[in-house]
């Protein structure tokens, strides 16, 4: 990060090329100019509570845009002036300006949001992920512990489709919300009683599904494995509500062998780490769909565990049989849309362009 500037040129900007505010109320109002492949854009914010979370600590959250967008930001009272070549302070700007919408709706700001944000920046939809089109709501899932808006340009296809599609292929690499997103869909979902029941499932291929050896009655033999799923769900809901409801049988969570000779009806079902199904599990799996229903089954073809590896696989298979009828939808994520630490991100492009 080079120095910041102490002037402040708003004076002369030309209103000519005001950029408009995404906020109807006025609460955010910008302005800017370019010259010659460099512009300069400011931003003033009413609501001046929120501007110490804004900016962060010691100003944190203007410093990492700063570094990823190589813009210079000049915080002033309730004024932010950005400077940099055209492209990067449109892109900083857009980020501050969602930064602020997200914390006007009450929702947390942290570094991760901060960089899936700067990411988003480079999308002609980041705007509408707050406000949403105008003929459409915003794009969120909302749970008893927070409200999730889309952290990458797949998932808003994503979170859309979760919300319209009966089942649902979820593909791509780990730290893409593909599970995340799906639990919080369920749990929006049972908390509104659109769906009775919440049914978590994985395939324990670890152990091959024969637990017997491990200590403890079945449910320590297969928690190891459906520990990310458990995770989710004390993110999405109290502990307490979660432990009561696994009490009451309105959230299941069991290996993919539990599932056989079932009818899931009225609830809401997730299959994680599919790709490590055999293709008769799969088949098992998805013709246990019933009435008011929905399934979303997530996985990453690029991690088969299972003997025989990708040509044994049942995601592979079912995606190829299934993409494109009617009902299904199939979302594919890549390295791009890693949502945790920036660097999860270069692992997976670096093992990605292995041959």
Known sequence: M??????????????????????????LRTRGRSTHGKATAELSF???????????????NLVQVENRLNVYIHARG????????????????????????RLAMGQDLDAGAIESLIAMSNEPT??????GDKNEPPIMI????????PRSATQITYMRSLARDD?????GPA???????AVAQAVSQLMTGSVQRLILSRPAVEAGEKLGFLPGDMKDKVDPYLRPLYDALYDCMPPEQVERRIESGEIEIAPIAFMRGRTLADAFVILDEAQNTTREQMKMFLTRFGQNSRMVICGDPRQVDIPGGDRMSGLADAVEKLEGVD???????GAGDVVRHPIVGRIVEAYEGEG
């Open 46 to 60: 009413e609501n001046q509570s929120l501007l110490g979370t804004l900016f962060g600590q010691f100003d944190a």
């Open 167 to 171: 089942i649902i292929f979820a593909l």
């Open 126 to 131: 980041l705007e509408g992920i707050i406000s």
């Open 78 to 101: 309730d004024q932010v002036l950005i400077e940099g070549t055209e492209d990067a302070v449109a892109r900083a700007r857009d980020t501050l300006m969602t930064m602020y919408d």
């Open 175 to 181: 730290g893409t919300g593909k599970t995340y997103l």
């Open 327 to 333: 009902g299904f939808g199939t979302i594919r994520f």
């Open 142 to 149: 909302r749970t008893r512990r927070k409200t999730i808006v």
């Open 2 to 27: 080079g120095r910041r500037p102490t002037a402040n040129p708003a004076g002369a900007i030309d209103p000519s090329v005001v950029p408009a505010a995404i906020n109807s109320d006025d609460a």
